[in-house]
């Protein structure tokens, strides 16, 4: 089992920045992707945000790139994302997520096994 648990949500003015952080504990040797998604009322959960276990390798969509940053800290066992230049549109509930060397998709929910609770963020303009 993977335990994992986000904080730094909060409410932003557009333009503004948060960093987002998951903690993560229990069976972290099972994970090869971590990820950030999001989910805003009345629509589908995406994926916004994905990490491989080098911590090199990144992926972002295109709604968030050259905006967000993903990145992890082995020591501290934790997973980032860096928001900036925040969007009204970015508003929703992140969560993080983890999961095993699969094939398929990066930004499938169905690749990531593990969630957390999800931290909300809201951007107003």
């Known amino acids: 089992q993977v335990q994992l648990v986000e904080s730094g949500g909060g409410s932003v003015q557009a333009g503004g920045s948060l960093r987002l952080s998951c903690a993560t504990s229990?069976?972290?040797?099972?994970?090869?992707?971590m990820a950030w998604f999001r989910q805003a009322p009345g629509k589908e959960r995406e994926g916004v945000a994905v990490?491989?276990?080098?911590?090199?390798?990144?992926f972002y969509s295109d709604s968030v790139k050259g905006r967000f940053t993903i990145s992890k800290d082995n020591a501290k066992n934790t997973l980032y994302l860096q928001m900036n230049s925040l969007k009204p549109e970015d508003t929703a509930m992140y969560y993080c997520?983890?999961?095993?060397?699969?094939?398929?998709?990066?930004?499938?929910?169905?690749?990531?096994?593990?969630w957390g609770q999800g931290t909300q963020v809201t951007v107003s303009s």
């Open positions: 997520a983890a999961g095993p060397r699969t094939t398929g998709w990066l930004f499938a929910t169905n690749k990531y096994n593990y």
């Open positions: 990490i491989v276990s080098d911590g090199v390798s990144t």
């Open positions: 229990g069976n972290t040797y099972t994970v090869h992707y």
